[in-house]
């Protein structure tokens, strides 16, 4: 059971070019975000889907775009990429219901430079 | 100020001893707290999640939470090396995922 997968794993990338970075999930979850990783930083949402249909901002989405495909898959766009976005993005997945936390399952993180 | 706070550590123990990993915060109308590992270059996962104030025990892992003082501690337990990871803490104001505030984690190592 793969759970949720990223690709690609590493990428190193120049100031002003553009890259997807690919998440898929295998768990019929409804719900997929996109966080970033950065040191003494925590866990920051970028953008996430509540459902298939639907993308909504987090708490840092500028310099980023999303496309929900599909209920499995949930990409994330850097259109002219910053030094400041060098970053580890994580992709994760979730069910919602009503009462109780529903864990949110991680993929293992795309490591992206930016030179 | 930022709303959850965290030791970044990194904290080291010998294998055996009981380790305690803590976090403030400031925002009062959190309900949900909950407890991320996350190995080296791996996604976080949880293990551990309470709603109230209290004390809750999973194993050898003990998640107690205090509301009134804005502050939440995962205990553990006869430490394992296998226990060496980073640990996060988390917590919302309801269960959906786009709410929740994640600390920095704190950078623990069992020593064998």
């Known amino acids: 059971n793969a759970g949720v997968t990223q690709t690609p794993k590493f990428q190193v990338l120049k100031t002003g070019q553009s890259m997807t970075l690919q998440c898929a999930q295998d768990?019929?979850?409804?719900?997929m975000y996109w966080y970033r990783q950065d040191p003494g930083m925590g866990l920051r949402l970028i953008y996430y889907?509540?459902?298939?249909?639907?993308?909504d901002k987090g708490e840092v989405p500028n310099g980023y775009n999303v496309s929900r495909l599909n209920k499995r898959e949930f990409s994330l766009r850097l259109e002219s990429a910053a030094p400041s976005q060098t970053s580890v993005y994580f992709c994760?997945?979730?069910?919602?219901?009503?009462?109780?936390?529903?864990?949110?399952?991680f993929g293992d993180g795309t490591r992206l430079s930016i030179l | 100020q930022k709303e959850v706070e965290q030791d970044p550590g990194p904290l080291s123990v010998p294998e055996g001893a009981i380790v305690s990993l803590n976090c403030t915060y400031s925002?009062?109308?959190?309900?949900?707290f909950m407890w991320y590992r996350q190995y080296s270059r791996k996604g976080p996962e949880l293990l551990m999640y309470?709603?109230?104030?209290g004390n809750k025990e999973d194993g050898r892992f003990t998640a107690q939470v205090d509301k009134s003082s804005k502050y939440i501690s995962l205990f553990i337990r006869d430490s394992q090396p296998s226990d060496s990871a980073t640990y996060l803490c988390?917590?919302?104001?309801?269960?959906?995922?786009?709410?929740?505030?994640f600390g920095p984690g704190t950078r623990l190592s069992v020593l064998p």
């Open positions: 889907s509540a459902s298939e249909g639907t993308t």
């Open positions: 988390a917590m919302s104001r309801d269960n959906y995922g786009q709410n929740f505030v």
């Open positions: 768990m019929n979850h409804n719900s």
């Open positions: 309470t709603y109230s104030s």
């Open positions: 925002n009062s109308a959190f309900q949900y």
């Open positions: 994760a997945s979730s069910e919602i219901f009503l009462r109780g936390i529903q864990p949110q399952h």
